[in-house]
């Protein structure tokens, strides 16, 4: 599985991205993509995610104003990001989990993207 994140960029506080993570490869047993954010020397936090049956789930400090979703002809996961705060800043990577076998999982992970809100 492959993945390749796009979307990132500056804006001001206030305005709106969206990112975009196409998968590519074997991805018909993926069972949820994601997006994680990661800023300079703190750990990398779930920001959304969605399963393949359509079930989400959000990081509390994105609720109400972040919207994943997902094109499944087009094998690609979106994150809809309003009202951006500068807290939101932060390399941000797509993520796919995949089964390999029962009980196991694999993560794939896209490269990261920049998202920088400024004040």
């Known amino acids: 599985v492959q993945l390749q994140a796009s979307g990132g960029g500056l804006v001001q506080a206030g305005g709106s991205l969206r990112l975009s993570c196409a998968a590519s490869?074997?991805?018909?047993?993926?069972?949820?993509m994601g997006w994680y954010r990661q800023a300079p020397g703190k750990q990398r936090d779930l920001v959304a995610s969605?399963?393949?049956?359509?079930?989400?789930n959000y990081a509390i400090s994105v609720k109400g104003r972040f919207t994943i979703s997902r094109d499944n002809a087009k094998n690609t996961v979106y994150l809809q990001m309003n009202s951006l705060r500068p807290e939101d800043t932060a390399v941000y990577y797509c993520?796919?989990?995949?089964?390999?076998?029962?009980?196991?999982?694999?993560?794939?992970w896209g490269q990261g993207t920049q998202v920088t809100v400024s004040s």
């Open positions: 490869g074997s991805i018909s047993s993926i069972k949820s």
């Open positions: 993520n796919a989990i995949q089964p390999i076998v029962p009980g196991v999982d694999r993560t794939y």
């Open positions: 969605i399963t393949s049956g359509g079930s989400t």
